[in-house]
């Protein structure tokens, strides 16, 4: 099973500030590398998917990058509406596995 | 645009079973990969199973074989998802998400609202 680990577990920033999350897999999943975004009582949101493209109407100021076993999300002006938990997760090898997420708050 | 709508929350009492519903609009359902994720109380994601109906071969996760099945009805556009011989630990909030293509392993595009079931005695 490929762990992913996601750091840091919580992030305290303001809007505005350039936000950068990182998750590290146990082995490499090529570029098969997802990140969500969950806010309280929702369902989390795709963001990203291959590593880089965004998902449909996902903002420019998110962006992913990384290959094999290093892999970064970022948020380059933080808005209120960005404050919520991120996962990673990755897709190339069964079974299907989460990092534990990041919290970014205020 | 693709809309998965679940049934509603759930109580179940320990070793019962539970039936969760999915039901897909505004896509071709058949030419997607259908997978179920749970959240427990304050936890994080975990994968369960996922099938691709025009295949019709599920593909669960260890931690689940042999308690779960996963069917669809492309009639109906609909997926469920059964757990069997339920435990406290089930406690969570079960997602249906759908992404469109064959391809598998896979991401999820697409989320429902969530179902909640609550085991307990």
């Known amino acids: 099973e490929i762990v992913l680990t996601q750091s840091p577990a919580t992030l305290s920033v303001s809007p505005g500030e350039r936000v950068t999350l990182s998750c590290m897999a146990s082995q490499t999943v090529d570029s098969f590398l997802a990140w969500y975004q969950q806010k309280p009582g929702q369902a989390p949101r795709l963001l990203i998917y291959d590593t880089s493209k965004r998902a449909t109407g996902i903002p420019a100021r998110f962006s992913g990058r990384g290959s094999g076993t290093d892999f970064t999300l970022t948020i380059s002006s933080l808005e209120p509406e960005d404050f919520a938990v991120y996962y990673c997760q990755q897709y190339t090898n069964w079974p299907l596995t989460f990092g534990g997420g990041t919290n970014v708050e205020i | 645009q693709i809309q998965l709508v679940q049934s509603g929350a759930e109580v179940k009492r320990p070793g019962s079973s539970v039936s969760v519903s999915c039901k897909a609009s505004g896509g071709t359902f058949s030419k997607t990969v259908i997978t179920w994720v749970r959240q427990a109380p304050g936890q994080g994601l975990e994968w369960m199973g996922g099938i691709v109906p025009i295949f019709g071969t599920p593909n669960y996760a260890q931690n689940f074989q042999g308690r779960i099945t996963i069917t669809t009805d492309e009639s109906t556009n609909t997926a469920y998802m059964e757990l069997s011989s339920l435990r406290s630990d089930d406690t969570a909030v079960y997602y249906c998400?759908?992404?469109?293509?064959?391809?598998?392993?896979?991401?999820?595009?697409?989320w429902g609202q969530g179902t909640l079931v609550t085991v307990s005695s």
């Open positions: 998400t759908m992404v469109r293509g064959v391809i598998t392993p896979n991401f999820f595009e697409h």
